[in-house]
């Protein structure tokens, strides 16, 4: 049976208060981790970000919690060369390096993407990936990589459009539906997509009542 691939439907009243109510208390920045012996001890459920460099991944977690200046966010790519947590309620919230071109040494962008897969592929914990793919582009081979790498390792990813209220009608339907193609090539995608704008808050109470059903 082939999974038909959807846009997220808006949560429910109670489930848009579980969402707020989560990302309501103080979210804070625990720790910067550059190898696997430096992560948090796995005691608590949590969902991380993951997409190429420059996608959005920072302002999306900013909006995310309503903390203006939380994730660094950088016009630079490459500039989050840790997987970055933070904390909130009692989850674990996870910003990693943005994989694909960045702008810094070849060995250590090697580093921290060995560093990135190894944290995929053997977090205890991690209940969600959530990729990020800008609107205006689709996804690319290197998205297409790290797909699979969750789908070997039976992480579920839920794919999140950002940017895309810089696309409308069809343009936006066209990246829509390309999206869902790529995704139907892995059985680790969550069958909803989440649109977003961090610009415009669009898709962020959506994305907090998930987490918050996932916690």
Known sequence: ???????????????????RL????????LKGVVAMDGLPDADRIEVCF???????????????TGRKGLARASNTPGRTQEINFFTAGDIYVVDLPGYGFANAP?????????????YLSGRP????????????????AVDEEIMTLLDR?????????????????????TSLQKTREALAKH?????????????????????????????
């Open 106 to 118: 070849v060995a250590v962008v090697e580093k921290w993407q060995r560093l990135l897969k190894q």
């Open 50 to 64: 993951a997409g190429r460099s420059n996608v959005g991944k920072s302002s999306l977690i900013n909006a995310l």
């Open 1 to 19: 049976m082939q999974i038909r691939f959807i846009e997220a439907p808006t949560p429910t009243h109670e489930e848009l208060e579980k969402g």
């Open 22 to 29: 989560l990302f309501a208390g103080e979210t804070t920045f």
């Open 125 to 140: 914990t991690l209940r969600r990936v959530f990729v990020l793919i800008d609107a205006r582009h689709g996804a690319k």
């Open 153 to 173: 390792s039976a992480v579920t990813f839920q794919v999140v459009m950002t940017k895309v209220d810089k696309l409308r009608g069809d343009a936006l339907e």
């Open 187 to 215: 059985p680790a995608a969550h069958p909803e997509v989440i649109l977003s704008s961090s610009e415009k808050g669009e898709g962020i109470e959506t994305l907090r009542a998930i987490i918050a059903g996932i916690a």
